[in-house]
């Protein structure tokens, strides 16, 4: 089944303890993306990949990393977490045709004390 | 400018109804314009796409795009119980662009279809 998987899907956790939120596609899509969503604000791109190794900037990067060593992977670092990086955070792929169809994860539920 | 705007809701109407949801827009650059439909406690799925101008039909959904007035609608007839949730119309400039160039979501309406 052509899925994108994140883990974990919900994680409470405490300001300043790094955490690694997963986030993997096995459709061969050359695009990902991660996005945050909170209420009132809608969907915000933190970074995105458009290939192996080539990463950038989305909307909302502040407080974020990411790496995208393999294809197939792209997770979502907090090296020091913060109360207002508590949010619901969703992972997305798109194919080398058309980076608007993108296909979405299942969202991870994080809440920072 | 990145600025799509649309109605939170929650737009609430009885099972059979027809909906229109509505975005509108500021940046003419804009040529694909989308509709993803959002259930609680999933991630968007791409519901409707449509490039440039016209209409778009698939089943009980109709997409328009009035790229003059900068305007875009979803409509559903013979609304089913099933329809309600979160309806997000996203658009850009180009289908392989990144960033700035990619994607620019509206904010959501809730959609509440009453039994």
């Known amino acids: 089944e052509a899925q994108v998987t994140q883990n974990p899907r919900y994680l409470i956790t405490v300001t300043g303890k790094k955490l690694t939120v997963t986030c993997s596609q096995n459709?061969?899509?050359?695009?990902m993306s991660w996005y945050r969503q909170d209420p009132g604000l809608g969907l915000r791109q933190i970074y995105y990949?458009?290939?192996?190794?080539?990463?950038d900037k989305g909307d909302v990067p502040e407080g974020y990393k990411v790496s995208r060593k393999e294809k197939r992977n792209f997770p979502l670092i907090l090296e020091s977490p913060s109360p207002n990086q508590t949010s619901l955070y969703f992972c997305?792929?798109?194919?080398?045709?058309?980076?608007?169809?993108?296909?979405f994860g299942p969202g991870t539920r994080l809440t920072v004390l | 400018q990145k600025e799509v705007e649309q109605d939170p809701g929650p737009l609430s109407v009885p099972e059979g109804a027809i909906v229109s949801l509505n975005c509108t827009y500021s940046?003419?650059?804009?040529?694909?314009f989308m509709w993803y439909r959002q259930y609680s406690r999933k991630g968007p799925e791409l519901l409707m796409y449509?490039?440039?101008?016209g209409n778009k039909e698939d089943g009980r959904f109709t997409a328009q795009v009035d790229k003059s007035s900068k305007y875009i609608s979803l409509f559903i007839r013979d609304s089913q119980p099933s329809d309600s949730a979160t309806y997000l119309c996203?658009?850009?400039?180009?289908?392989?662009?990144?960033?700035?160039?990619?994607?620019?979501f509206g904010k959501g309406t809730h959609l509440i279809i009453q039994p």
């Open positions: 940046n003419s650059a804009f040529q694909y």
């Open positions: 459709m061969n899509h050359e695009y």
């Open positions: 990949s458009m290939n192996v190794e080539v990463t």
């Open positions: 449509t490039y440039s101008s």
């Open positions: 996203a658009m850009s400039a180009t289908r392989n662009g990144g960033g700035a160039d990619g994607l620019t």
């Open positions: 997305a792929s798109a194919g080398t045709r058309d980076y608007n169809e993108q296909f």
